[in-house]
């Protein structure tokens, strides 16, 4: 398969280095230091499928681009979703395809579904209080986390307590708290925590390294080619 990389961060050579290792071919690498190459400079005579992980104020002209180009994407970027429905809606006008997630490791993605099971025995059941903590690595621009919001978004709809999230601590009952911590070099860690008079339950993911999330990128890269629309990790793991 002939992979087009957008982005050449960290993520971007781990990318690099899977893809190869699983017999792929890196057909181009778009970035601010290689200004040679460009994203209309590749079509789908050339490209399968483009995998792109980049910045917040670049992510949606680099996936629109790509669509307009004919060529699916795969888009790890978080921070930009508020240009989503755009991008579903050019998604759509050319007929494209487009994966996204904001976390692309196979464990966060059950990490999502046992979340969301999870908030809602803890609401049948009542008496507790939840919040989200994430923390990751000081070059992160975005908080929360796109992973954060991911998780949030899951509790607010079997939480129904919880009416909406705000990224500090909070002592509004309705408010569901999400507290970012930038440290270090950590990967990302993600931790629901509900809290009685009694007892206190968590549901934490750790990620050790980028390479789970390059392998479900991957996964998705391989995946996408054949299928038109908008996608997830739920269409890819079947949850």
């Known amino acids: 398969m002939n992979i087009l990389l957008i982005g050449y961060g960290k993520m971007g050579h781990a990318l690099e280095a899977q893809a190869i290792a699983r017999g792929h071919r890196i057909a181009g690498i778009i970035d601010p230091s290689r200004p040679e190459s460009r994203i209309t400079d590749f079509t789908p005579a050339t490209v399968d499928v483009a995998i792109e992980f980049t910045h917040p104020d670049s992510a949606f002209l680099n996936v629109s681009t790509a669509l307009r180009q004919g060529i699916p994407v795969v888009c790890g970027s978080t921070g930009w979703l508020h240009h989503f429905e755009e991008a579903r809606e050019l998604c759509q006008e050319a007929d494209g395809s487009l994966f996204y997630a904001s976390n692309y490791s196979v464990g966060v993605n059950l990490f999502f579904h046992f979340n969301e099971y999870m908030a809602a025995k803890m609401h049948q059941f009542g008496g507790y209080d939840v919040q989200v903590k994430e923390i990751h690595h000081v070059h992160k621009?975005?908080?929360?986390?796109?992973?954060?919001?991911?998780?949030?978004?899951?509790?607010?709809?079997?939480?129904?307590?919880?009416?909406?999230?705000?990224n500090e601590t909070t002592a509004n009952e309705k408010e569901l708290a999400i507290l970012s911590e930038r440290e270090g070099e950590v990967v990302g860690t993600h931790i629901v925590t509900y809290t009685s008079a009694l007892d206190t339950i968590e549901l934490k993911h750790e990620a050790h390294s980028r390479d789970a999330f390059a392998q479900g990128a991957l996964l998705a890269a391989e995946w996408l080619p054949g299928h038109q629309g908008v996608f997830g990790m739920k269409d890819l793991l079947g949850l």
Do not use: C, M, N, Y
Not at 147 to 154: D, K
């Open 141 to 166: 621009v975005d908080q929360p986390s796109g992973t954060a919001l991911t998780t949030a978004e899951g509790i607010l709809r079997h939480f129904p307590s919880k009416t909406h999230w705000r």
